[in-house]
């Protein structure tokens, strides 16, 4: 069950990956939009 492991830690660091990269975007896009 190692690769199991290693896939869901893999998995969940893929998912807060995006998140981040999608706050990233969302904070970019939000002070674009003020600026404008």
Do not use: C, P, Q, Y
Not at 9 to 28: K, P, Q, S
């Amino acid at each position: 069950m190692v690769v199991g492991t290693g896939m869901i830690v893999f998995g969940g660091i893929i998912i807060v990956g995006l998140i981040v990269v999608g706050a990233i975007i969302g904070a970019v896009v939000v002070l674009s939009r003020k600026d404008k």
